[in-house]
């Protein structure tokens, strides 16, 4: 396992290592350019018996009186329990430059105990953004991402069948309130800031249009003059420049998922020479209890006898092993394929390693 997690990072680094340089609309944010987030609450109808319990949600039965009133049907005082509605979470990322008219997709998310969205119909929900206007209203029927079995004894659940997407299932109603021919600079925000990086951003923007119209303000900013580009609007502007390729520069990263075992060393990772020594400590606990019966015709009790059996297991282990210092990537890897250890254990190798400071990267842990 340990040796094909390697070879998979060793040859994505060499892929990445070989590869083009990265377009500049790849690289930073566009200063104006973005989505905006949309949240709604509403109802899902039409499922099969695996809704809300209204009992335990009565939030679901308040939004369904509150559509029905306004559909003209008065329920004042009525006892309703139906089983095919869900309440539900609406949410979505309105694009920029979103024109009225235009759709977005949506996803749905139940917030009751319903067992399921498989075959529900989102009923009109109106979505509002942080400054509490609506933009978009959303309906449609929702595509759930799973399925749920159930009988007496047993029970199978495959996927998340309480979270499902309708695309294109919300109409933009307001647009944002946004002059971006007014600009007179952008602004090009690095999603992952480093100076070199902005440097060669602003060195590429400069030579493509043959005098300064860019400048680097910080590691995650570069400003662009708008004017001094000859572009007739800031759309056009941006259109001449985000295919500019440029080559990024990042910081030496080791990204560690604890939950999968999973391990990513980035290409400019370097271990200094430390030796190494791991072992794996093994407790075990094993309960048999033993039930005594009393005599027949004896009018006793059955008396149970607890039996813990509890021992400790120490394993070999690898010994002390010399790790020696890496120059790339690919001998940082083989030194650490010498180890022979599983992943999880090379996590925790790659933690004390780093606490000697001998690991020179980032360690991130997920």
Known sequence: MTRFLIALVLWAAAAAATASPVRIKDLVEFDGVRGNDLVGYGLVVGLNSTGDGIRNAPFTEEIMSNILERLGVNITGEQFRPKNVAAVFVTAELPAFSRAGSTIDITVSAIGDAKSLLGGTLVMTPMNAADGQIYAVAQGTVIAGGASVEGNGASVVQGVPT???????????????????????????????????AGRIENAINVYAGRAVARMLDSGTIVLDIA??????????????????????????????????????????????????????????????????????????????????????????????????????SEVIAGLNALGVAPRDMIDILKSIKAAGALHAEFIVR
Not at 166 to 193: C, M, Q, W, Y
């Open 163 to 197: 979270s499902g997407v309708i695309p294109s299932g919300a109409r933009v109603e307001r647009e944002i309130d946004f002059d971006f021919t007014a600009l007179k600079s952008i602004r090009l925000a690095l999603r992952t800031p480093d100076f070199t990086t």
């Open 228 to 329: 001094a580009t000859g572009a007739i609007s800031p759309a056009h502007a941006i259109g001449q420049i985000e295919n500019i390729a440029v080559e990024p520069q990042r910081k030496a990263r080791v990204v560690v998922d604890q939950r999968s075992g999973t391990i990513v060393l980035g290409e400019d990772v370097r271990i200094s020479r430390v030796a190494v020594s791991q072992g794996n400590l093994t407790l075990r606990i094993e309960e048999a209890p033993l039930v005594i019966q009393p005599n027949p015709f004896s009018q006793g009790a059955s008396v149970i006898v607890p039996r813990t059996s509890a021992s400790i297991e120490q394993a070999p282990g690898i010994g002390l092993a010399e790790v020696s210092g890496g120059t790339s990537l």
